[in-house]
């Protein structure tokens, strides 16, 4: 495996991880405001900015983010 491939999948297990925590703590508000339907954006938007606000890998995960956007797959 040469260095590249390695690097790239290095970078899709950690933004794997990072978006696995947020996922949790967006379940974890869901759940403290009672399961409440109806603010699943609101509850992903503040679990993401929680997780990444100390993260040493938030730029990895907004390039990923942005690079996998639908705007950039035609």
Partial sequence: MDNDT???KQQALMT??????????AQHL???RGQAEGLALQD???????VLENSILAP?????RADSSPS???
Wanted: aromatic letters at 10%; hydrophobic letters at 30%; proline letters at 0%.
């Fill in 30 to 32: 869901y759940d403290q």
């Fill in 16 to 25: 794997d991880l990072i978006e696995r925590k947020i996922r949790l703590h």
């Fill in 44 to 50: 992903w938007v503040e679990a993401e900015s929680r």
């Fill in 60 to 64: 990895l995960y907004r390039k990923t």
């Fill in 72 to 74: 950039n797959e035609a």
């Fill in 6 to 8: 390695r690097r790239q």
